[in-house]
């Protein structure tokens, strides 16, 4: 089987999340201090959900079903919500130490670099959802996906509960995202996140910058 060349977009995800990476590394070299290695993984978290919209996005129309388009997005979304949930990292950001601009810096380009990941997977799976559907029911599933992914903001950020928790802990997390439903907290996280994600990928689809 051939494989297809990198694409002008892959390549430049790739530098962005490289540079996200190198950032994190030269903070520790600089500081001697591994205190913000964890976003390390958190960038390998958000690059999942981008791998598979490109992985289905080469994958033959008239082979891609509907049944198997369903069990990508599943597996996808699952991933999804790691991909701006970098931008909740701000919460280790200490002011008053001598790297904070530069802590700052390197924030800022890891929480810009996941969300964007997440955004242009997020647009591959519109359009297929679009092309099998329609496009009204491509708009309400990027509508749920998006209010799906902020409660997922929640359970991480607040609940600390991680994707693995599916497999190995399905009861505590159902009974606590049902409990959560009495949170204002819970509400907030996901219509403001959810609501920040459909207006960034509006902004996406109509610059068209994922050509």
Known sequence: MLIKPITKLQRTVLLLVVFSA???????????????????WNMFLAVIPFMIAEYVKIQE???LTKTKLILFIIAWLLFLPNAPYIITDFIHLKTNTKMAW?????LFTNAATGTLLGLLSM?????????????????LFSI?????????????????FNTWDILFSPIDLIKESILSFKESTAWLITFGFGFLLWILFSVVKRSKIYV
């Open 123 to 139: 647009v591959t799976f519109h359009d297929l959802v679009c092309q099998k559907w329609d496009k009204h029911i491509g708009k």
């Open 102 to 106: 530069y802590d700052l810096f390197m």
């Open 144 to 160: 749920a996906v998006f209010f799906l992914c902020g409660f997922g903001i929640y359970l991480g950020r607040f609940l600390r």
């Open 61 to 63: 129309p008239e082979k």
């Open 22 to 40: 190198f950032l994190s590394l030269l903070r520790v070299q600089i500081t001697q201090n591994l205190s913000y290695t964890f976003l390390l």
